[in-house]
């Protein structure tokens, strides 16, 4: 899936994070959301490595990630350590400034990541997703509904991993069924990695304490930071057929967290670099302003 991408396992602080690397170029950093790992990207990453270096890792608790235990207030899984572990990953792999594109529960990364170290982050995309505090505190029956796992996740360990470890394979399918809404997205060698590593009960733990600290830690820092806007350019996608599209002004809901916001919906549901690859490489590349050469 990542052809000419060497696989890279790198020594934070903390924990040891698992990555992909290939290309040349300005170095550009994906992150992934739940309940996926970096293999989500692999449908664009090829095209991006034409024009960057491009650094895919899969973020603490995910993936062949570590997965270290969750502590009591559940910080070691805040986004904001969270964010450092990719700041030493860029450091170590000699970057000082990069761009920066997160999906999902990789956008709150992003987005933490962003606010954490504004001189780091050159441009940013994220990709289906409103910010976390604006989604707890403004929640309804019909949020609650569609994203009913932010509040299953969240309960005290081992109530949800014990669930969710009695079959796996049928939740994370389900979850991926559910939530993309074009046909056939994902493809049978993806697949097989997502199994893999939900497979796992130490992966089952590690999302759910991403969960519990954005429900917890992550509000105090975010309550603490209110004021605080991101500086660099902002793109924000998402897909028209998935919540995010139904319930919010996304454009305006970022103009509220940072000073340069532009986007749009493309044609698919949540899962927008595997269900409308093209539209998101496009929409990246028009972004960040790369000239195409015709092959």
Known sequence: MFANFQNLVIQTSEVKINLVKGGEGYPILLLHGYPQTHVMWHKIASQLAEHFTVIIPDL??????????GMANHYNYSKRVMAQDQIEVMTQLGYDQFYLIGHDRGGRVAHRLTLDYPNKVKKLALLDIAPTYQMYTETDQEFATAYYHWFFLIQPFPFPETLIN?????????????????????????????LRCFRDPKTVHGTCEDYRASASIDLEHDRTDMDKKIECPVLVLWGNKGVIEKKYDVINSWKQRAINVQGQALNCGHFLPEESPEDTYQSIQAFLHIDILPH
Request: hydrophobic content about 25%.
């Open 166 to 194: 009695q079959n796996p394979d049928f939740f994370l399918i389900h979850c991926l069924e559910s939530w993309s809404k074009n046909d056939h997205p994902f493809t049978s060698e993806a697949m097989r990695e997502y």
């Open 60 to 69: 603490r608790g995910y993936g062949d990630s570590d997965k270290p235990v």
